[in-house]
């Protein structure tokens, strides 16, 4: 058998990658930072190689950390789910709900609490994932899209709202920055997202560099952390935006895509389905007007 590495300091590294803070991973786990510093120092020693670059009070994944975070955060949350299914009986009060990673990161968990108190016997199982599904094979119940793709005759799909985005940033980085040209932040996922931006507000801005990240969160963290201006579809960073975390100096503008719910069966058929659905409508900050 082939020596694993240290078990525990994954979880750890996956927490502090996702949030690209040490302070924020020990908050989320409720550890203390020096503890999840020291977890991620013991996976470099392991290594024998750096795994995130650590600049002032800022830290970035380099890339041998993002490679390992990629498969580490599958890996970690494959082993959620097999113990999901083995502590959790089949009482017909679990939902499996699949998301789009970002979209689930940045709004659905983050809320999944004020669900739970308004529907406390409902349990919520979360996957990540974008793109086509197939609901049966996968054992979901409910997914969460973005509306780009086409999926089977068979699915049941409910409009939850119209998508919205504009560039973000931090107030400081606008402060310092408002009158000059711009660090512009991309996303992998999602490449044209700047250009959509630029296509459905007529706006173009001047742009100094260019910086490309893996995901959304990716991106959006770098914009909370001052690093430029970044592309935010508005469920993204809503939180963030309310919390004057960031900014958004040119506002949003509504895009054809809309985020839907896809079922094999009718929601309104299941009381539990229904009441998921109807709360994530009500509370999720997509644009209702016009969606059909």
Partial sequence: MKPLPPLSPLVSFRAAAANLSFTKAAAELHLTHGAVSKAVKQLEEYYGLKLFHRRNRAISLTSKGRFLFQHV??????????????RIAENGQRISVSCEPSLSMRWLMPHLEHFHKKFPGTEIHISTA???IDLSSEGVHLAIRRSDFSWPAGYHALPLGRERIGPVCS????????????????????????????????????????????????????AVAGLGMGMGPEPLVADDLESGLLVAPYGFVETPISYVVLSLNKIDEDKQLNDFVSWVREHIPLEKAGVG
């Fill in 73 to 86: 955060d599958r890996m970690l949350n494959e082993l959620e789910e097999v113990s999901e299914q083995m």
């Fill in 130 to 132: 974008g793109g086509p």
């Fill in 171 to 222: 107030p400081s980085y606008w402060q310092k920055n408002k009158h000059q040209a711009l660090k512009i932040l991309h996303t992998r996922t999602r490449k044209e997202a700047w250009s959509d931006w630029e296509q459905y507000s007529g706006k173009i801005l001047d742009a100094e560099s260019e910086q490309f990240y893996d995901h959304f969160y990716f991106s959006l963290q770098a």
